[in-house]
């Protein structure tokens, strides 16, 4: 698919929440929902289950996740938004299916190197993958070259992680979309937007038209919405703040 979705803004995916219905629901507002994020192998289900057990988390957790993967794309075939899938994974091998399935419907795969919750980066996903270049673009380079359009989403505020420079290492693995994270440091959108060819999404207290101008100032492509996904109220601020930087460009 061409990363060119309108209205430029998204919807971040949120565990065990961010389903067909959810997107169907927004697609007035925004132009792309990822849903998700959905654990692919035994280390990240492991740690899936854990959380939602432990911890009272809503997580993703069907038998078959590329089937479940398959399903949710197909409930919004006819939905006028755009789609991708999150995912979890510490190896390339699950997620070529999974990015294969959604290559055939148009969706993108968004490698989920963010997710910051301890059982996660115990079993080496989410964020641990951000200090392990080499196995993330492993990982990025097997989706892509399952013919899906990839995102990764990344964090910024890692410590000893440059995310300029892994952008760059994203960049030749063949990640079309860098979805990030900004965190407390808006800024580092726009060294991002330096050292990054692809499509850019900036994320993290995306609001109103204040923080939305804030990204797209810094070169953002698109901002993508994430806890208050289900507020027409935000969901409408940020498009018509989206809206309105595009006419005045």
């Known amino acids: 698919m061409s990363v060119d979705f309108r209205p430029r803004v998204a919807l971040a995916s949120l565990s065990g929440q961010s389903d067909a219905a959810w997107a169907r629901e927004a697609s007035g507002d925004v132009g792309l929902a990822f849903l998700g994020g959905v654990a692919l192998d035994d280390p990240t289900r492991n740690a899936a289950e854990r959380m939602a057990a432990d911890r009272n988390r809503d997580e993703f957790l069907p038998a078959d996740p590329v089937a479940f993967v398959a399903d949710e794309l197909d409930a919004l075939a006819d939905a006028p938004i755009e789609a991708g899938v999150n995912v979890r994974a510490t190896t390339p091998a699950p997620v070529r299916p999974v990015a294969e399935v959604c290559a055939e419907r148009d969706a993108l795969c968004e490698v989920?190197?963010?997710?910051?919750?301890?059982e996660m980066c115990a079993a080496g996903a989410g964020e641990t993958l951000l200090?392990?270049?080499?196995?993330?673009?492993?990982?990025v380079s097997a989706a892509s070259d399952a013919g899906a359009t990839t995102s990764v989403k990344v964090r910024a505020e890692v410590p000893g992680v440059d995310l300029p420079d892994l952008a760059c290492a994203l960049d030749d693995a063949g990640a079309a979309v860098l979805h990030v994270d900004a965190m407390d440091s808006e800024g580092v959108v726009a060294s991002v937007r330096d050292a990054f060819d692809g499509f850019l999404i900036a994320n993290n207290g995306v609001r109103d038209r204040e923080t939305t101008r804030e990204y797209l100032a810094y070169g953002a492509d698109a901002v993508s919405i994430g806890r208050p996904s289900d507020d027409p109220r935000v969901r409408a601020r940020v498009r018509d703040a989206v809206a309105e930087w595009s006419d005045a460009a």
């Open 112 to 118: 989920n190197a963010h997710c910051r919750q301890s």
């Open 131 to 139: 200090r392990d270049t080499e196995r993330l673009c492993d990982i």
